[in-house]
């Protein structure tokens, strides 16, 4: 079992950046492939990000590429996702997961989630 703890959301402005974390509880958290996933209001939960156990190998969603970067600190039980030049589009809850592997984009793919982080970027 793995517990998920996010936190870093909030309000910021279209071209801000937010850095968010995800403490896991885990002490085999560096077996677990780590993703981020969002949903906006009335939407599906959608993937943003992956990173694999050693933290070698990333994926993004094209909508967050060359914006958005996640990282890992094993000795920590922790997953970041760092997010620069935010846009209104940005604006949903964020939610860590856990599981799947670095090309799983669905969210039935992991096993584990996170309670979610509300980001909201302003116009």
């Known amino acids: 079992q793995v517990q998920l703890v996010e936190s870093g959301g909030g309000l910021v402005q279209a071209g801000d950046s937010l850095r968010l974390s995800c403490a896991a509880s885990?002490?085999?958290?560096?077996?677990?492939?780590m993703g981020w996933f969002r949903q906006a209001p009335g939407k599906e939960r959608e993937f943003v990000a992956a990173i694999s156990r050693s933290a070698s190998s990333t994926n993004y969603a094209d909508s967050v590429k060359g914006r958005f970067t996640i990282s890992r600190d094993n000795a920590k039980n922790t997953v970041y996702l760092q997010m620069n030049s935010l846009k209104p589009e940005d604006t949903a809850v964020y939610y860590c997961a856990a599981g799947g592997t670095i090309t799983t984009i669905g969210r039935y793919g992991y096993d584990y989630w996170g309670q979610g982080t509300q980001v909201t970027v302003s116009s």
């Open positions: 885990a002490r085999t958290f560096s077996n677990y492939v």
